[in-house]
């Protein structure tokens, strides 16, 4: 019924776990978003070979996109802080809305690039026929 070799993988769920948007299979990121260790993308994808960093500077691009969600985050906390305490001291403004754009830098990096890569890319788009078999170095499952 269903071919192992045709899988179709959905676009949200791959966007949200950080898959390469060739394959939708592949990871991008090496380790966890919050990890104590930082965040390591990857070269490649480990299941199709696409080369994420297409050109050098490539991921320049990305600190667009995460500008624009440091912008909605700060502007998104300002409006819940005015609405939830209806303070006008700057101090608390800038304390909280700081803290929250920090702890949200990790999720600003690597949805940058992700968003980058899935939508922002012209000529990169997702190949149903990469995303079964096995990954690049692996024996075919037989």
């Known amino acids: 019924m269903n071919n192992p070799e045709q899988t179709e993988f959905k676009l949200w769920p791959a966007l949200l776990n950080s898959r390469c948007p060739r394959c939708r299979k592949g990871k991008i990121f090496a380790n966890p978003m919050y990890s104590p260790f930082g965040q390591k993308a990857l070269n490649s994808c480990p299941h199709c070979g696409l080369v994420y960093e297409r050109e050098p500077g490539y991921f320049y691009a990305a600190m667009y996109v995460s500008y ?3 912008v909605a985050e700060l502007v998104t906390t300002g409006v819940g802080i005015y609405i939830l305490s209806g ?12 803290s929250f754009v920090a702890l949200l ?3 600003n990096f ?8 899935y939508f922002l890319t012209p000529g ?3 190949k149903p026929e990469l ?10 499952v037989k």
């Open 68 to 70: 624009a969600f440091v």
């Open 87 to 98: 303070s006008e001291n700057p101090w608390i403004y800038i304390l909280l809305m700081l």
């Open 105 to 107: 830098s990790p999720f």
């Open 110 to 117: 690597r949805y940058g690039r992700v968003i980058l890569m």
């Open 124 to 126: 990169l788009h997702y």
């Open 131 to 140: 995303s079964g078999g096995p990954d690049i170095g692996e024996e075919p």
